[in-house]
């Protein structure tokens, strides 16, 4: 088991004063949910990411519930920490608590601001291969404008070296050792001057290396970075890794034989006949092409690799466990299934007159409204394996939103 590929910890606790109003900037509601739910959103969505920790004032804790359940990331992979006085002193109380739960040495650790809710999956995978890489890792991206220097009057006094600049952005990606046992020695040794996580590495001696950042990482600062955020995502074309909610399609195949028996399992319906199915478990092919769908929406295998045929356990199963575990698997990647859809392709027995139970039985598997919910039949008119009899297929196909 690898229950911690790599863990992410977002650091909510700032009190946003620049943006000012009432609101820290990381409850700032952008396209109906806060700042802080976009974050958490993106970084849910990343199949690597095992853990998130999010770093909070105690009081926001309600503020904080809402964003997470607005991400539509399973609350179980989400833990709270409190924060301290400085983003620092808040980053090591989120790194003790990740080393609490048990995350190990060599995991690598993408420590966000909660005030940058744009990351794509293309960001979070240059932040994890950079940070496996380095073991310190920054996103950075050339600054473009010449940097003044003005003196306490505001006149200018010179003009800093552009081509070695960068603008250091986060999530910020470590070995999570590297940086847990850096932020420990800066808090024993009393040092709290540092801006962010890079800088504790290198203050102890880490290399930190760097990989492309992105625009759309800006942060939430002023109250015009409010309406960019708007604009960004109402703008925001089909730019390959950078789409903020898309939907996405998978499609399953099964094949179940004939075998002896009285009855048939169609989609969580047994259904009588003179022949049976024959399988490892009910042998369901609706079910089993339904649960395939579903996985391909987030790219997680098949059913067969989650339940191995050779596993004693999943003998005579009933394959409603199957669906259900894919479904909770698409939810836990933020997924919501907007409609399955499957075709049954057999000469007997007939369909129609069981049509109505197999759509309520896969509407109560899945929690899905009947018009969200297709179940069809076709013969292959005596053709092949299905026409001559030797067994049943089914085909499905998922939709889910993220
Ligand atoms: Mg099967």
């Known amino acids: 088991m690898v229950p911690f590929p790599a863990a992410a910890l977002i650091v909510a606790a700032g ?24 974050a958490v959103a993106h970084l849910g969505k990343a199949s690597e990411i095992g853990r998130i920790m ?11 519930r809402i964003a997470v359940e607005a991400s539509s990331i399973a609350a ?21 608590a990740l080393a609490a739960e048990g995350v190990p040495p060599e995991a690598i650790v993408l420590v966000h601001d909660a005030a940058r809710p744009f990351l794509s999956e293309t960001v979070i995978l240059r932040a994890l291969i950079a940070g496996g890489r380095h073991g310190a890792a920054i996103p950075v991206l050339p600054v473009t404008d010449t940097l003044g220097i ?31 046992e850096a932020h420990r020695r800066a808090a024993a040794e009393g040092r709290g001057d540092f801006t962010d996580d ?11 290396g760097t990989f492309e950042g992105d625009p759309a990482l800006f942060k939430i600062t002023l109250e015009s970075d409010v309406a960019r955020a708007e604009r960004f995502l109402t703008e925001l074309s089909l730019t390959e890794g950078a789409v903020p909610y898309e939907t996405r399609t998978g499609m399953g195949y099964d094949v179940h034989a004939f075998t002896d028996g009285d009855h048939v399992w169609l989609g969580g319906v047994a259904i009588p006949h003179e022949r049976a199915l024959l399988g490892h478990s009910d042998a369901d092919p609706v079910l089993h092409a339904l649960t395939d769908a579903l996985l391909g929406t987030i790219g997680d295998g098949d059913i067969g690799m989650h339940f191995p045929p050779s596993d004693e356990k999943w003998r005579g199963a009933a394959s409603h466990l199957f669906l259900e575990d894919a479904a909770r698997r698409v939810r836990e990647r933020g997924g919501r299934i907007i409609s399955v859809d499957c075709t049954i392709v057999c000469e007997a027995p007939k369909i129609g007159p069981h049509r109505a139970a197999i759509q309520a039985r896969i509407r109560g598997i899945l929690g899905l409204k009947a018009d969200r919910v297709g179940v069809k039949a076709t013969t292959s008119e005596r053709l092949g394996f299905t026409g001559r009899r030797e067994g049943i297929a089914a085909i499905a196909v998922a939709s889910v939103a993220f």
Do not use: N, W
């Not at 609101?23 to 509601?29: D, S």
């Open 76 to 96: 179980s992979r989400v833990s709270i920490a409190a924060g301290g006085e400085t983003r620092q002193a808040s980053v090591l109380a989120g790194l003790e």
């Open 198 to 208: 890079a800088g504790v590495a290198d203050a102890y001696g880490h290399a930190v």
């Open 150 to 180: 003005v003196d306490d009057g505001g006149t200018l006094v010179g003009t800093h070296d552009r081509a070695s600049a960068r603008i250091v952005q986060t999530p910020q990606a470590f070995r999570f050792d590297l940086v847990l």
């Open 15 to 38: 009190r946003g004063l620049r943006v000012g109003g009432p609101v820290p900037k990381q409850y700032r509601m952008i396209a109906g949910r806060s700042v802080l739910a976009h």
């Open 54 to 64: 999010i770093v909070i004032q105690p009081d926001d804790a309600e503020d904080c």
